[in-house]
């Protein structure tokens, strides 16, 4: 494989002018210096050693939009190709691994089964799946890694996975030993957020809160522009805010959280209970749809509890966005969305209730791309440091 070429060591200028460009894709060094408060010449000097690094074009032949009477702009492009990562969501049965550029689109993809969860064997498995996808591409750098449960980012380290039934696996150290990537590994949903901080709808807000729906409830903060990864790994546990006191008895030893009401789990355990068959939320949804009472009523509750819950995340943080996806937000999102949206607004106090919400399907493969964007931030904000 190709040697990569050596890294300059980059000016906190730089390496500002590289975050935004990255985010951005393109703009001219007027704009530039408009988002980034630099003077034309520190971007001058910012710009050239990622141009002399091959991260970035410049032209000058897009005609300016600026009203600099017709003079063309000097127009500054990432080159989004010249440094390539993969991502990979790891779950209890199957693993989903991309190749992302700079810019996270995802030039290729692939989905694999994990028969054996000792973390020797998932190690193994991610290097053979990195093999896999680094093929022919000299430009991969770097690998990221989602993965549910308490995840030390700074070191790599998976304290507990409870849906892997992983304690203390220093899981970082170990696929960079093997691959020889640099390798970051974060929280599955922390992981998910940085892609819509990076590339979604997170792009350009100081705060926002993601919430996913599943067998669990996972939530992560954007707060003032940065992932909360909170003192001890836990921050916006929103699928233990009480609901009820009297409801259904949750993991965690309490009662009556969202996440015992609202989790897939939890919902196709309610409609059990009440004598219905079903497979998944998405045919839970299917009865609810045809006006089987019971079926209503689980998802009612569900959608509910989550309004309930985000309008506690919204009272504590006021967050400008709140997204609300998962797993379980597949065919059923629409009939749990207008339950959702009424206990939100029931429950967020005063301009808390401003905050946008968003309801959005996901795919697996999002999760990985999610891992993809942690190696690129790391990538853009470590460039030229030793």
């Not at 779950?91 to 989905?111: H, I, K, N, S, W």
């Amino acid at each position: 494989m190709p040697a990569r070429p050596q890294a300059p060591a980059l000016s906190p200028a730089a390496t500002r002018v590289f975050q935004q460009l990255v985010m951005s894709g393109d703009a001219s060094r007027t704009a530039l210096a408009g988002d980034t408060g630099l003077t034309p010449g520190a971007i001058t000097r910012a710009v050239r050693p990622l141009l002399e690094a091959g991260l970035l074009d410049e032209s000058g032949d897009r005609v300016s939009s600026e009203g600099a009477l017709g003079r063309p702009a000097t127009m500054v492009t990432v080159r989004a190709g010249a440094h390539q990562v993969i991502g990979v969501k790891i779950t209890a049965d199957q693993m989903f691994g991309v190749v992302a550029d700079l810019r996270c689109q995802v030039l290729d993809e692939v989905t694999v089964p994990v028969p054996d969860l000792r973390p020797e064997a998932v190690v193994d498995q991610v290097a053979e799946l990195a093999t896999r996808l680094r093929e022919g591409r000299p430009e991969v750098g770097g690998i990221g890694l989602a993965v549910s449960g308490d995840v030390d980012a700074a070191t790599g380290h998976v304290a507990y996975s409870p849906f892997l039934g992983w304690r203390d696996v220093p899981l970082g150290e170990q696929v960079a030993r093997r691959t020889g990537l640099t390798t970051t590994v974060e929280n599955d949903v922390r992981a998910l957020l940085t892609g819509e901080r990076w590339y979604g709808v997170g792009r350009g807000l100081s705060s926002l809160a993601l919430v996913t729906v599943g067998t669990g409830i996972g939530c992560a903060l954007l707060v003032n522009g940065q992932v909360v990864h909170g003192s001890f790994g836990v921050a916006g546990e929103v699928g233990h805010v009480l609901v009820d006191p009297e409801g259904p008895l949750c993991h965690c030893g309490n009662r009556g959280c969202v996440e015992a009401i609202a989790g897939s789990a939890a919902i196709l355990s309610r409609v059990a209970d009440a004598g219905l068959r079903a497979a998944s939320v998405g045919e839970v949804a299917e009865l609810a749809r045809a006006g089987q009472p019971d079926a209503v009523r689980v998802l009612t509750d569900a959608g509910r509890a989550i309004g309930t819950g985000i309008a506690t995340i919204a009272n504590l943080l006021g967050a400008q966005h709140i997204l609300i996806t998962g797993e379980a937000l597949g065919s059923d999102y629409d009939v749990m969305d207008p339950h959702v949206r009424e206990a939100f607004e029931e429950r967020a106090f005063g301009s808390a209730a401003k905050s946008g919400i968003e309801l959005r399907p996901l795919r697996f493969v999002d999760w990985a791309r999610g891992a993809a964007a942690c190696s690129v931030e790391h990538f853009v904000t470590h460039f030229g440091r030793s």
